[in-house]
């Protein structure tokens, strides 16, 4: 699963294929943290270069109660397209592309 929307990256190239890496979640202290990676585009993902840039984005406080009992990456999926700007109007990788590494 990823998100499918050309956006500007931090060292000016343009990326076009986001997934999610992980989901911390903290119970004690209600805090989530999504970690998302950004390749130029599906193409490189697919032929198992690095991202281009990670980028961990916290979910403010109130919207912890939307996390719990859900599955974390899905949630996050729905949770970045409705409130991080420019991945509004987006499209979606359903596909699964898991790679096996030896790392």
């Not at 987006?90 to 898991?98: F, G, N, P, Q, W």
């Amino acid at each position: 699963m990823a998100i499918i929307k050309k956006l500007d990256s931090s060292v000016g190239v343009d990326v076009s294929y986001h997934r999610v890496l992980g989901v911390n979640i903290n119970y004690n202290e209600k805090r989530i943290n999504i970690s998302l990676a950004s390749y130029v585009n599906l193409e490189k993902r697919v032929e198992r270069y690095k991202p281009l840039e990670i980028v961990d984005i916290g979910v403010p406080k109130e919207d912890f109660k939307l996390f719990i009992g859900k599955d974390p990456i899905k949630t996050s999926y729905e949770w970045l397209k409705q409130n991080v700007e420019g991945f509004d109007k987006s499209e979606d990788d359903l596909e699964v592309r898991e790679v096996e590494s030896n790392e």
